[in-house]
């Protein structure tokens, strides 16, 4: 458990989503630990900020993957792990971190992914994006369920003092994924979890669309 996981319902959360002006959409789809034993947040990312932010507006701790570059950066690389983070080395098979993943999950907790893998080039985020599929698959092997996370902010950069709009998706729990697995027919697992993929960032970019009210002018 992460240091942050204890003090997540002291003022620690409370200053964060002060600082970044964070309003929450839809809190209510967070699952319980009752509905829920675990599950994967599954956010688009907009900034290095984003766990710390994703994690103050949750009512669970929520541990996450993070590049191992960030562990290297002096107070940023502390706040990180501090906050749950666990390293992932980006351009490499990085099998550890995925079994970690998987043992956080199988083991309860609650664990934050990026789709894109890194922060999105394309603003706003689009289907142009390259997806990881990463969420899916741990999701799989854990049999957890999947929480899309949307993150909005003004000029689509994350800031101090600045709005941002944090979007609970509707939870999909892991009887639906088996049930959408099994609509799928015989297909690989690489290709079924593309599918879920696509299922899940295609609601974190229609909550964007709905709830933008950020950027219209700048549209």
């Known amino acids: 458990m992460s240091v942050f996981g204890s003090l997540q319902k002291t003022f620690v959360a409370d200053f964060f989503r002060k600082l970044f002006r ?4 839809n809190p209510e789809n967070e699952p319980s630990e009752e509905n829920a034993k675990s599950y994967v947040a599954c956010i688009n990312h907009a900034s290095a900020w984003d766990p710390i932010i994703i994690g103050a507006c949750m009512h669970r701790p ?3 993957m993070a590049k191992a570059e960030l562990f290297k950066i002096p107070l940023l690389g502390c706040l990180v792990k501090l906050f749950g983070a666990y390293p992932v080395k980006r351009d ?5 971190s995925v079994r970690t993943s998987i043992n956080l999950l199988e083991n309860g907790e609650v664990v934050g992914i990026y ?8 603003i706003p985020p689009s289907r142009e994006v390259p997806l990881k599929n990463g ?10 369920g999947i929480l899309p996370v949307t993150v909005i902010t003004k000029g689509y950069k994350i800031r101090m003092f600045r709005k941002t709009i944090v979007v609970f998706g509707e939870y999909i729990p892991f009887e639906k994924l088996e049930e959408f697995a099994k609509d799928c027919g015989d297909i690989g697992n690489m290709d079924l979890y593309k599918k879920i993929m696509d299922k899940v960032y295609g609601e974190i970019l229609e909550n964007y669309k709905k709830y933008d009210t950020l950027n219209k002018k700048q549209k």
């Open 92 to 96: 490499a098979a990085d099998v550890l």
């Open 62 to 64: 929520l541990r996450y």
């Open 22 to 25: 964070v309003t929450i959409i």
């Open 115 to 122: 789709p894109e893998g890194h922060r999105a080039k394309k």
């Open 135 to 144: 969420a899916a698959m741990v999701a799989m092997r854990a049999k957890a």
